[in-house]
Each structure stands twice: as structure tokens, then as C-alpha cells.
């Protein structure tokens, strides 16, 4: 399986992005978990959203509800991060995870895209 991220830019603060990470390989399957992960300079590795394969379960770290939104095409074979009112904390390396399990911890995912840079000025 291989998870390619991309859209990832410099913004305003308050303004808005929208990631995506395709999937690909013989062994990618519509069934897996997909979600986001972010890594801040000098931060740990943290859990950003999740979906389930149908779409429609979703999981959000407390510091983006209500501000950033997954979704999903199995079509495409793509997972979408539309983030709005970003803020100069959520600054990050993005990454895309897949795999069977949904969780919140990084170590749980197998499948790892090589992230995105999002950068929020003030």
C-alpha cells in the first residue's frame, strides 16, 4: 500500500486547506480505516481525524472539532481533510495513515504517507 498526501501550503490564519492522500497497491482495500496524523516542530506525533470504511464514522482529536472535517471517496481510493479557521497551531507535518483497526494512536496504523506541509502564519 502505498498513501501519497498532498495540498498542504501556506495559509492566513482563519483561512482554510483541503488535503487529500490517495491510496494505491495490489493490497489497499476499501474496508481499512483511513485517517490523518500531524507532527508540529519539536511535538509529538498526534492523532488529527479518522473514518471508517463506510464514511460514516468519524473520530476527531478535541483540538480540531468543529473546524476540520474528514471524508472519503473508496471510488478514488482517496481520503479528504478539509481544514477551516486554521490557526498558527495547527502549523504541522501532515501524514496519512491507513489500516484494518481504528484508533487514535499512531502506533496502531501500519500504513504511513510521507506527510504534507501545512504552514499557518499570524
Known amino acids: 500500500v502505498q498513501l501519497q498526501a498532498c495540498g498542504g501550503g501556506l495559509v492566513q490564519a482563519g483561512g482554510s486547506l483541503r488535503l487529500s492522500c490517495g491510496a494505491s497497491?495490489?493490497?489497499?482495500?476499501?474496508?481499512?480505516?483511513m485517517g490523518w496524523f500531524r507532527q508540529a516542530p519539536g511535538k509529538e506525533r498526534e492523532f488529527v481525524a479518522n473514518?471508517?470504511?463506510?464514511?460514516?464514522?468519524?473520530y476527531y482529536a478535541d483540538s480540531v472539532k468543529g473546524r476540520f472535517t474528514i471524508s472519503r471517496d473508496n471510488a478514488k481510493k482517496t481520503v479528504y481533510l478539509q481544514m477551516n479557521t486554521l490557526t498558527p497551531e495547527d502549523t504541522a507535518v501532515y501524514y496519512c495513515?491507513?489500516?484494518?483497526?481504528?484508533?487514535?494512536?499512531?502506533?496502531?496504523?501500519?500504513?504511513w504517507g510521507r506527510g504534507t506541509l501545512v504552514t499557518v502564519s499570524s
Open positions: 495513515v491507513a489500516d484494518i483497526v481504528i484508533s487514535r494512536t499512531a502506533s496502531s496504523y501500519f500504513w
Open positions: 497497491g495490489r493490497t489497499f482495500s476499501s474496508s481499512y480505516v
Open positions: 473514518i471508517n470504511w463506510s464514511g460514516n464514522s468519524t
